[in-house]
């Protein structure tokens, strides 16, 4: 007997095929929707056999149904990455926003559940240090990383709206930087970024001065995180989960050259527009709802992230990775 039916919106992902890892391992009955832009269905082959499991293509930021019952419903569909979203901005506005709408009446329709997968991205250039839920960011609505943020924030707008005027039983997770396996080699994010060049002897580029910090989380703490608060928690408005380990991206940078074993060095270049200088979670509200905190450090995190991307070299599937201009996370 299953633990219940859920919908995963951008299941193809590099989160969301790890989220459908997470819940079919509990039992659960597994809808997965993907139109595959950013998401690759590689990452659910090892699903393919498993009767739990479905994927449907399908964009999201058009009208959804899915037959049968459903108890609950995870947005996770939304280019991620800056090079996503700086190549797909009109996408990135429709899917956080008529994207999550579509999502929302689906639950409302079939009287399930809903999670948000929202981002630190709501908190901007923060103002605050670390960052809380309650702090409302500092963001520009008009520069390039705008068509991400906004559609977050709408995104959460719109779910705190369905939760007050219907009625409707949802969650919002801030996600924080996080890296794993499934991390696409070109997506432009700063861990896969530093891993790949450093596996192809290109130097690392580093943005700025490289003293701008991150904190990272690897990916089954945050999925675990995501878990909890579907299943085991009634907190309707936003958590944060993320690592508060905070680290700046020259010190990722060394980590990784000395963990892959390259002499390559660091290429600094022009820090780009609305580049955070700062990122870091409070994830007080976590560990008291949830009993939640992240359990594998950076290095262990990092020597699992570089054997996956070892593997893809050896299969010749490691891209140079892009250089960005206009933004970075």
Not at 60 to 67: K, L, N, P, R, T
Not at 160 to 182: C, E, K, Q, S, W
Request: net charge negative; proline share 6%; aromatic share 8%.
């Amino acid at each position: 007997m299953s633990a219940g039916r859920i919908v995963v919106t951008g299941a193809a992902g590099f989160l969301g095929s790890h989220l459908c890892d997470r819940f079919l391992g509990a039992g659960y009955l597994v809808a997965g929707l993907d139109n595959l832009i950013t998401g690759s269905a590689t990452n659910l082959e090892h699903l393919s056999g498993d009767s739990a499991f479905e994927l449907s293509r399908c964009d999201v930021s058009q009208y959804i149904d899915v037959e049968g019952d459903v108890d609950g419903v995870l947005h996770f569909a939304s280019p991620a990455s800056p090079v996503d979203y700086l190549e797909l901005p009109i996408q990135t506005l429709k899917v956080g926003s008529l994207g999550t709408h579509n999502a929302l009446g689906l639950a409302k329709a079939k009287g399930a559940r809903f999670l948000l997968a929202s981002t630190s991205e709501v908190y901007g250039d923060p103002l605050v240090h670390p960052q809380t839920e309650s702090y409302w960011g500092n963001v520009n609505p008009i520069g390039p990383r705008g068509v991400y943020d906004e559609a977050k924030r709408f995104a959460e707008a719109i779910t705190m709206a369905y939760h007050a005027h219907h009625g409707l039983d949802t969650r919002i997770v801030r996600i924080f930087n996080t890296y794993g396996p499934r991390m696409r080699p070109n997506d432009g994010r700063v861990v896969s970024n530093f891993i790949v060049q450093s596996l192809l002897g290109q130097p690392l580029t580093v943005y700025g001065e490289g003293r701008q910090s991150r904190s990272f989380c690897y990916v089954s703490d945050l999925v675990e995180g995501i878990f909890r608060l579907f299943t085991d928690c009634d907190e309707p408005e936003p958590v944060n989960l993320g690592n508060p380990n905070e680290f700046t991206i020259s010190e990722l940078a060394e980590l990784v050259l000395e963990m892959t074993g390259s002499e390559a060095g660091i290429r600094l270049l022009p820090l780009p527009t609305d580049d955070p200088r700062t990122r870091q979670p409070d994830i007080e509200r976590a560990r008291r709802l949830l009993g939640w905190e992240p359990r594998i450090q950076l290095r262990e995190g990092l020597e699992q992230t570089i054997e996956h991307f070892r593997g893809l070299q050896r299969n010749g599937e490691l891209p140079t990775p892009p250089v960005l201009t206009e933004t970075r996370s």
